[in-house]
């Protein structure tokens, strides 16, 4: 998809099943399962949506996934599914691994940077030798320091490799990394969860990662469980709604297993996602 001056291109890593109850928070199944059919065992199929963003001299890939070092448990827990994956997406349209210069994580959670590395024999090495991997501060130190309700998402072995070789480079707030692409920080999901916006010629993509999962979530009280700080998220997306209305933004929507793209609309006080395709997304 041609973005201003940037190629946009979707890079899928397959996709994951979490339970519903977690994901919809207070919403009663009986609402969010009209959005969200689950599968026997409460579980709702969720996308791996990551973007490849091309400048005329940069590439940057936000998130990488879940990748391939979960242990036979968590694959069959999650039911991760490799339809797909982020090599043979980057493969298709001629970017190796090695044209990565930058990798944007927005939060440290398993589902997000586990396509950071990858394993060679024995040893855990970077996915994207020649990437600069870029977090904010206070993930990394959470990360580092879980405590008993993150420490079963926080896996070192998805950044660690990188700190051994020098390859990260922490955010400490809002930051633009390539002119027209900024890191925006919004907190909720996790206290250093950060957004991606890209802008170029007027046209402005906001990447939501899990501040806004899915369509499903787009009402404002539609919040995840796993959020650590559920209030912090509502007053983000109370900040961030208005300005996406009022600017036609296009929303990229990391989870959601079907169209990762919509546009917010306002009626009669609640807010409403139209899903635009893809291929159509360009006006």
């Not at 090695?98 to 024995?122: A, M, P, Q, S, W």
Request: glycine letters at 6%; aromatic letters at 10%.
């Amino acid at each position: 998809m041609k973005w201003g001056q940037f190629e946009l291109h979707l890079i899928s890593d397959g996709s994951l099943w979490l339970d519903g109850g977690a994901m919809f928070g207070v919403v009663p199944k009986m609402l969010w399962e009209k959005k969200s059919p689950p599968d026997e065992r409460n579980r709702i199929r969720l996308g791996l949506n990551c973007l490849l963003i091309q400048t005329a001299e940069k590439n940057l890939l936000i998130d990488t996934g879940c990748g391939f070092n979960n242990t036979e448990k968590e694959i069959e827990i999650y039911n991760i599914e490799h339809d797909t994956d982020i090599l043979r997406e980057l493969q298709r349209i001629d970017v190796p691994p090695e044209k990565i210069d930058f990798v944007i994580n927005t939060h440290y959670h398993f589902d997000h940077c586990g396509g950071n590395t990858r394993l060679e024999g024995d040893e855990f090495v970077p996915t994207f030798p020649n990437a600069t991997y870029l977090v904010s501060r206070q993930e990394y130190e959470d990360a580092n320091h879980p405590n008993e309700r993150t420490v079963a998402t926080y896996f070192p072995h998805n950044w660690k490799p990188l700190e051994q070789r020098g390859l990260l480079q922490f955010v400490e707030e809002d930051q633009e990394i390539v002119p027209g692409v900024t890191l925006v920080q919004t907190p909720g999901h996790t206290a250093g969860h950060q957004s991606v916006k890209v802008e170029s010629e007027g046209k402005i993509l906001f990447y939501m990662a899990d501040l806004c999962p899915t369509a499903a979530h787009i009402s404002l009280p539609w919040i995840m469980a796993y959020d650590l700080f559920p209030l912090t998220t509502l007053e983000v997306r109370k900040r961030i709604y208005p300005q996406a209305v009022d600017e036609k933004w296009l929303l990229f929507l990391e989870h959601d297993p079907k169209l990762p793209l919509g546009r917010l609309s306002q009626e009669n006080g609640r807010y409403i996602l139209e899903a635009e395709p893809w291929q159509e997304a360009e006006g």
